[in-house]
């Protein structure tokens, strides 16, 4: 089978030999040319799907043109404690957008708590969102709001990471580190 398969491919090995040096050149460097073209448009279409994916997924859970996090810490905790107080500094560049929800592994729940002074004693309430007012800063700090892990599984010791995901109403979930630092 191939060997009768063999004898036509040898044949036209041997013309394309036999033709003059400058056709065959033209010839190599033609089909080189064509198959860069082929893999260029191949991973241009891969492109467009990897990225049409990832801005998808960014859309989802990130929105980092709108919404913007930094200082993120968490104070450390004393062993045996139950929770454990998150601190941020949230930067909206974009439309009004509120803080839904807080999630954390190393927490049965994170609540988002407001600071208020009641008559000489500061008291936390528990909000069910938090308002993110458009092209504003919102800190999160001791004394005033804050994400509280409730349930901690374990102390929290300075230097550890801790991952959270912070939903927002618009910008929708972002996945974020907090470093936990001593008290100050
Ligand atoms: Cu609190």
């Known amino acids: 089978m191939s060997l009768i398969h063999g004898v036509p491919v040898m044949q036209k090995l041997k013309t394309t030999i036999t033709e003059p040096a400058s056709r065959i050149e033209k010839g190599i460097i033609i089909g080189w040319a064509i198959l860069v073209l082929v893999v260029i448009m191949v991973a241009a279409g891969l492109a467009r799907f990897i990225v049409a994916d990832i801005s998808a997924q960014e859309s989802g859970d990130a929105a980092a043109d709108t919404i913007a996090v930094s200082d ?61 007012p458009a092209d504003s800063d919102l800190q999160l700090g001791p004394g005033g709001y804050h994400l509280m892990l409730v349930e901690i599984s374990d ?25 936990v630092r001593d008290a100050r």
């Open 155 to 179: 102390t929290f010791v300075p230097g550890d990471s801790v991952l959270v995901t912070l939903i927002f109403e618009k910008a929708g979930a972002m996945d974020v580190n907090f470093t």
């Open 72 to 132: 993120l810490w968490i104070r450390a905790t004393p062993p045996g404690a139950r929770t454990a107080a998150a601190y941020l500094y949230i930067s909206n560049k974009g439309d009004n957008d509120r803080l839904l929800e807080v999630r954390s592994e190393r927490a049965r729940s994170v609540e988002i708590h407001a600071t208020q002074e009641q008559s000489g004693m500061m008291r936390m309430s528990r909000l069910d969102s938090l308002a993110v």
